[in-house]
């Protein structure tokens, strides 16, 4: 009978049971064929990621380097014309011969002029008055006395090109208050004029101050070039006054 399996017809032991017994312990062994066909499609699809990622870095490079030329072209371009812009700003500025010609044409015939006849006050303060005396002289600087008198308008001009005068503040009202307008035929006194803006917004911070006659184009106006008006000045000689101190705080 036999002993390893139950179910064995054979009696006297003579059976195939125990080599079937021995077959199935043994592992299954794996072709060698099976194992090369695995690694060489491994070995492509790795292949193939490793041109793709190669091409990815390749065109995510050449992008980059377009952004940064792109950049670095505009950062060149607003540079240029930064300095293109201030070189024009500074060519476009007015100056006081520019601004004579822009009052008086280019071929004025002047017989007389205006010169200060006092020191002028430099910087005047917002909304703090201040005097002009002006003297009518001939064209040697000697002073003379007109037949007739001859109104004079004080003006303020800016330093762009063309130049502007100015009637109004960046607020609205008028820019000047006081004797803006005086008659004289030798000494030219204004005696009061008030400026109600600072210069500081204006190009170059500062304003052409002109004294000159509308009518009377024989008397070269006088341009006074950076007038500046900065804010209202405190007035150290007044007697500050003293604080309140309130009962029963001390």
């Not at 001859?150 to 006081?178: E, H």
């Not at 030798?186 to 500062?206: A, D, L, M, Q």
Request: glycine share 4%; with cysteine.
């Amino acid at each position: 009978m036999c002993k390893l399996n139950a179910y064995c017809p054979a009696l006297d032991g003579n059976c195939e049971c125990q080599n079937q017994v021995y077959q199935s312990d043994m592992a299954m062994a794996i072709p060698i064929s099976a194992m090369m066909g695995y690694d060489q499609n491994m070995i492509e699809i790795v292949f193939k990621m490793l041109s793709q990622q190669n091409e990815l870095i390749r065109s995510l490079a050449e992008q980059i380097k377009a952004v940064l030329y792109k950049i670095s072209e505009f950062t060149n371009k607003s540079h240029i014309e930064t300095i293109q812009g201030s070189s024009m700003l500074r060519e476009e500025a007015v100056t006081p011969s520019s601004l004579l010609r822009f009052l008086s044409g280019d071929n004025p015939k002047f017989t007389h002029k205006l010169e200060l006849g006092d020191e002028f006050s430099s910087p005047a303060y917002k909304e703090r008055a201040f005097s002009v005396l002006v003297n009518i002289v001939d064209m040697d600087g000697n002073k003379v006395q007109l037949a007739n008198n001859v109104k004079f308008t004080i003006m303020l001009y800016t330093a762009d090109s063309p130049p502007k005068l100015l009637s109004i503040n960046t607020t609205g009202d008028t820019i000047m208050r006081g004797t803006f307008e005086v008659e004289g035929n030798s000494v030219i006194f204004f005696k009061k004029i008030i400026v109600k803006e600072v210069t500081s917004h204006f190009i170059n911070g500062s304003l052409y101050l002109v004294i000159a006659s509308k009518w009377a184009d024989y008397i070269k106006p006088l341009i006074i070039k950076d007038f500046v008006v900065k804010a209202r000045k405190l007035n150290n000689d007044c007697p500050k006054k003293k604080p309140k101190i309130e009962d029963g705080l001390f």
